[in-house]
Nanobody, 121 residues
Framework: LQLQASGGGLVHSGGSLRLSCVVS????????IGWFRQSQGKEREGLLCVSTDGARYVGDSVKGRFTIARDNAKNTFYLQMNNLKPEDTAVYYCALVHMWGDGSDCWGDSWGQGTLVTVSS
């Protein structure tokens, strides 16, 4: 499977952006999915993950602002980011993930290349 992320760019604080991740070589509906990010000098951080049966992991830093959605017919999933803040500046990665059944944690398995999001103040 290959994952291709897109949609990053420069946005002002308070703005919105939607990232996309196209999956090729397989059927997206079979896999749990997630979004992660890595800021300069920091470890990669899990943001949002969703399993095939709807269990969700939501990182504290994005609760109420970011949402994850999937379109299995298009083999694509998305990260909708609202009310962006300068501290959201990072390289964002999409991934196929593993999750605990209760959604308490998720970790990446297959990764797309990153897409840079820069939020200006």
């Amino acid at each position: 499977l290959q994952l291709q992320a897109s949609g990053g760019g420069l946005v002002h604080s308070g703005g919105s952006l939607r990232l996309s991740c196209v999956v090729s070589g397989g059927t997206l509906g079979y896999y749990p999915i997630g979004w992660f990010r890595q800021s300069q000098g920091k470890e990669r951080e899990g943001l949002l993950c969703v399993s095939t049966d709807g269990a969700r992991y939501v990182g504290d830093s994005v609760k109420g602002r970011f949402t994850i959605a999937r379109d299995n017919a298009k083999n694509t999933f998305y990260l909708q980011m609202n009310n962006l803040k300068p501290e959201d500046t990072a390289v964002y990665y999409c991934a196929l993930v593993h999750m605990w059944g209760d959604g308490s944690d998720c970790w990446g398995d297959s990764w797309g290349q990153g897409t840079l999001v820069t939020v200006s103040s």
